[in-house]
Antibody
Framework: QVQLVESGGGLVKPGGSLRLSCAAS????????MSWIRQAPGKGLEWVSY????????NYADSVKGRFTISRDNAKNSLYLQMNSLRAEDTAVYFC?????????????WGQGTLVTVSS | QSALTQPASVSGSPGQSIAISCTGT?????????VSWYQHHPGKAPKFMIY???NRPSGVSNRFSGSKSGNTASLTISGLQAEDEADYYC??????????FGTGTKVTVL
């Protein structure tokens, strides 16, 4: 079955960096667009970034553009999010998600999330 | 890109029907039939319930249905059950080739 497992979260100081990983299994990872979505404490979901199956198409939310970099390694079935210049408002649970193959509209599988806390 | 607007909370008794609205703009909901809905129990992975405005993935109860009119999409839950109590989020593809989520709606079963 499809499984997405995030890792790499933790406590980091403002201005610091962190790299999140998402290990995928149970499907042909290289066939799918992948996304990162986050949820700040007590807040709603916020889309962060997506990457196409071959890494040709990448897009970011304005709130993270220039600070975050999404990447993937299809040989390792892994998705990454490099987060630099972190701010307190980046504190959130970060989910990785698989976009449906047949439409752009939905993320059909989600991981359980990894918590990133930005605080001094 | 501003978040799509949802009511903060909606409640209903078991067996009743409720509807959750999701209002955007012509740059997102109004411009595309790429609206999806998610059910989220805190602490768990969100579950997708509807895609492309009104399509239900396999395994999702037919008590859940989606629709759209202009810049507003809606999720209707009929025959409300205790297990439906959760947070619900809409999402839309946008003219910037990005995505925007709704503000979220807490559904309470009375």
């Amino acid at each position: 079955q499809v499984q997405l497992v995030e890792s790499g979260g933790g406590l980091v100081k403002p201005g610091g960096s962190l790299r999140l990983s998402c290990a995928a299994s149970g499907f042909t990872f290289s066939d799918y667009y992948m996304s990162w979505i986050r949820q700040a404490p007590g807040k709603g979901l916020e889309w962060v970034s997506y990457i196409s199956s071959s890494s040709s198409y990448i897009n970011y939310a304005d709130s993270v553009k220039g600070r975050f970099t999404i990447s993937r390694d299809n040989a390792k079935n892994s998705l990454y999010l490099q987060m630099n210049s972190l701010r307190a408002e980046d504190t959130a649970v970060y989910f990785c998600g698989r976009r449906m193959m047949t439409t752009v509209s939905a993320v059909d599988y989600w991981g359980q999330g990894t918590l990133v806390t930005v605080s001094s | 890109q501003s978040a799509l607007t949802q009511p903060a909370s909606v409640s209903g008794s078991p067996g009743q029907s409720i509807a959750i609205s999701c209002t955007g703009t012509s740059s997102d909901i109004g411009g595309y039939n790429y609206v999806s809905w998610y059910q989220h129990h805190p602490g768990k992975a969100p579950k997708f319930m509807i895609y492309d405005v009104s399509n239900r993935p396999s395994g999702v109860s037919n008590r859940f249905s989606g629709s759209k009119s202009g810049n507003t999409a809606s999720l209707t839950i009929s025959g409300l059950q205790a297990e439906d109590e959760a947070d619900y989020y809409c999402s839309s593809y946008t003219s910037s080739s990005t995505y925007v989520f709704g503000t979220g709606t807490k559904v309470t079963v009375l």
